[in-house]
């Protein structure tokens, strides 16, 4: 017996985020301070990532002549400090096209948002201590899009060096992070989001649905 068909309709959304995680990203300014770019494209394969980056802001420019940063991964508690510096840029001038967008120069980001820098171990630019997730990487290539569409963006891929979490989102003695206690901030659709409770676990996982993947 056939089901009723699920009504649907063609859109065209402006942006298609139907939920990634909120990213930090800390790069390396020319004084030796660290930029924040708040980044929400992104993806993980083994030990390697992929970012999506705009080429008007300071982060990309940092990576043009360093090619090291570290992901921050805030907390679904800390959106507001997020929101905070989302409207901030290090470039000075501001860009034409942030400037329509009502972004504004600031240059300590840090002091802005609330948050503190803690030295890194495998690349120049800090970490958020704050952040319960933080990951060093290598930044290995940029590529812009395939086609020439105007869009301002380039691909960032990277190499993972060293991973550093909050021992309260761990699981102890292991080298798990303990999703009942893990809640990244989402970006769906331009708001931000927690999580729920785990629903599920694959096949693949190592540990307890509950406790840690």
Not at 35 to 63: E, K
Not at 74 to 99: F, H, M, Y
Not at 118 to 138: D, G, N, R, Y
Request: proline letters at 8%.
């Amino acid at each position: 017996m056939k089901t009723a068909p699920i009504p649907r309709r063609r859109i065209t959304p402006s942006v298609l985020y139907p939920g990634t995680p909120v990213l930090l990203m800390t790069t390396l300014n020319d004084d030796g301070s660290s930029n924040i770019s708040p980044l929400s494209s992104f993806w993980a394969l083994g030990n390697r990532v992929v970012l999506g980056l705009g080429v008007q802001g300071q982060g990309y420019r940092n990576l043009q002549l360093r090619n090291e940063c570290v992901l921050n991964f805030p907390s679904s508690a800390q959106a507001v400090q997020v929101e905070a510096i989302a409207r901030a840029t290090g470039c000075d001038p501001v860009p034409t096209a942030k400037q329509a967008m009502g972004y504004v120069h600031v240059r300590d980001k840090f002091a802005l948002g609330g948050f503190s820098a803690v030295a890194s171990t495998h690349v120049a630019p800090e970490a958020i201590a704050e952040c319960p997730l933080q990951v060093e990487v290598s930044v290995m290539a940029m590529h812009p899009p395939g086609e020439d569409d105007g869009q301002g963006f380039v691909i960032v891929e990277g190499r993972i060096r060293c991973v550093h979490a909050h021992e309260a989102i761990t699981v102890a003695g292991t080298q798990h992070i303990d999703v009942a206690h893990w809640k990244p901030l989402i970006y769906l659709f331009r708001h931000y989001l927690g999580v729920s409770e785990p629903v599920g676990r694959n096949f693949r996982a190592e540990t307890p649905v509950g406790a840690s993947v």
